[in-house]
């Protein structure tokens, strides 16, 4: 089934214009990584300085990444003061110390592969080098397509019924439906986290389930999601800068919010 269209009714917010209240409620940070806590590709100093403060703070950073289970094992064992993550965009669950979880069921590579040659010709779709630290979906170079060839190849790979995604850095496919949102609320169900208490933050398309209306207390988008708004279903409610710019400045309102309590 084709994506909604998304909300035309209220226009993102900056994030600094939101309650007081509603940022000091904030006890975890759902946050993508490529384009939102990245600057030029990499994670750097100051990044890592403010994940250990909001940790410190009481609030907890999860990270949410269409990168590949094997990565974000990485990722969950060397950023300080998180302790789980999210990978292959909430389809499996990464734990430092644990065996890693597929959330949902295995890829069918074969069926994916063939797939991917039916939806795209010219040029044909490049399988991503992680493609071996995959558990649950399937990966390939995004190569410079543009937001609308990309949703017509979507199109082309829900009728064969396989679900497409992409972020700006590859295309994924998968045999059930890939949802930030939904695997963060999966994930939390039973742990008492309430909904208002959280902050969910990216920058692409495969971020667009933190944003749907009424699933989390701040949705939160990098600047550059204004550009994609024709692709993506609900536009979040605020909005920061661009890349790890935004994410400091989230991350500051919210530290700052919480020492004025």
């Not at 994940?51 to 969950?76: D, H, K, Q």
């Not at 890829?107 to 649950?136: S, T």
């Amino acid at each position: 089934m084709s994506q909604p269209p998304h909300e035309t009714e209220r226009e993102p917010q900056p994030l600094a214009t939101a309650d007081g209240a509603q940022l000091r409620a904030i006890r975890l940070v759902a946050s993508d990584i490529d384009g939102t806590m990245t600057r030029d590709g990499r994670l750097d100093g100051e990044v890592m300085a403010a994940i250990t403060a909001l940790v410190r703070a009481g609030v907890e950073v999860l990270p949410v990444s269409g990168r590949p289970a094997g990565e974000v094992l990485g990722l969950a064992r060397y950023l300080p003061g998180v302790r789980r993550a999210l990978a292959e965009n909430g389809l499996a669950l990464v734990e430092p110390g644990r065996a890693v979880t597929a959330l949902y069921q295995r890829p069918d590579r074969e069926r994916l592969r063939a797939v991917a040659a039916a939806i795209a010709h010219d040029p044909p779709l490049r399988e991503a080098e992680d493609a071996f630290c995959r558990l649950c979906d399937l990966a390939f170079e995004r190569d410079g397509r543009e937001d609308a060839a990309l949703a017509a190849m979507r199109e082309r790979a829900e009728a064969l019924g396989v679900h497409l995604l992409w972020s700006n850095v590859h295309i994924h496919l998968s045999l059930d439906p890939a949802d930030k949102g939904r695997a963060v609320l999966d994930l939390l169900a039973g742990e008492g986290v309430m909904a208002d208490a959280i902050l969910t933050i990216g920058d692409a398309p495969n971020d667009a389930g933190f944003w749907l209306p009424g699933r989390f207390g701040l949705p939160v988008g990098c600047a550059q999601v204004l550009e994609q708004r024709a692709v993506i279903p609900a536009l979040p409610r605020y909005v920061v800068a661009e890349a790890a710019d935004g994410w400091l400045e989230m991350a500051a309102l919210l530290l700052r919010a919480r020492a004025n309590a």
